[in-house]
């Protein structure tokens, strides 16, 4: 059995960049920051959504100025 044991081990370690590449698995260098991706990902979307909500409030007082704007003509 050990002589098998060897030959898969053998063969996993001439394979293994092909077998990450293939199941698409991630290597521990692709994973190495991803707490500080993670963190730059949730403050990109904490800012996008205070940007949505200062558009809207911008399209609101624009509304509204156009409202007065139509009632004096």
């Known amino acids: 059995m050990t002589g098998l044991q060897s030959y898969l ?3 996993v ?3 293994m960049s092909a077998v990450i590449e293939e199941w698409d698995l991630s ?3 692709d ?5 500080h991706r993670l963190d730059a990902i949730e403050h990109d979307i904490a800012e996008q959504k205070n940007v949505g ?5 911008t399209i609101t007082t624009l509304e509204n100025r156009a409202k007065l704007i139509q009632g004096r003509i």
């Open 27 to 29: 290597r521990q260098r």
């Open 53 to 57: 909500g200062t558009a809207s409030d």
């Open 9 to 11: 081990d053998a063969y």
């Open 31 to 35: 994973i190495a920051n991803f707490i």
């Open 13 to 15: 370690d001439r394979r």
